[in-house]
């Protein structure tokens, strides 16, 4: 299992920008492919963006396409969000995931990671 702590949430007005850190610890990072996911009150979980172990290959949902960048950095143990442009629609509790996986696949499910961080919290104000 590989620990995950998410940083970097808080307050900002629409049209702000956010980034937010996951560090890793206990287990080889780069074996991991690592996720973003959120969750809005009253809503059910979403998926947000992914990445594969490399950092090479990237997946977003479409609410947040051209607006966020998932980037990691292995020798830090720290995967990345970067989220321009924020929206209302985007407060949320941020979580990240992460999933020992093949070299280059992007897992888009949550049932598919089993290690979870606790969860920062983004609001967005209009």
């Known amino acids: 299992q590989v620990q995950l702590v998410e940083s970097g949430g808080g307050l900002v007005q629409a049209g702000g920008s956010l980034r937010l850190s996951c560090a890793a610890s206990g287990r080889t990072f780069s074996n991991y492919a690592m996720a973003w996911f959120r969750q809005a009150p009253g809503k059910e979980r979403e998926f947000v963006t992914a990445?594969?172990?490399?950092?090479?290959?990237?997946f977003y949902a479409d609410p947040v396409k051209g607006r966020f960048t998932i980037s990691r950095d292995n020798a830090k143990n720290t995967v990345y969000l970067q989220m321009n442009s924020l929206k209302p629609e985007d407060t949320a509790v941020y979580y990240c995931?992460?999933?020992?996986?093949?070299?280059?696949?992007?897992?888009?499910?949550?049932?598919?990671?089993?290690?979870w961080g606790q969860g920062t919290q983004v609001t967005v104000s209009s």
């Open positions: 995931a992460g999933r020992e996986g093949r070299s280059s696949e992007i897992y888009y499910f949550g049932y598919q990671y089993n290690n």
């Open positions: 990445i594969t172990r490399s950092g090479a290959g990237t």
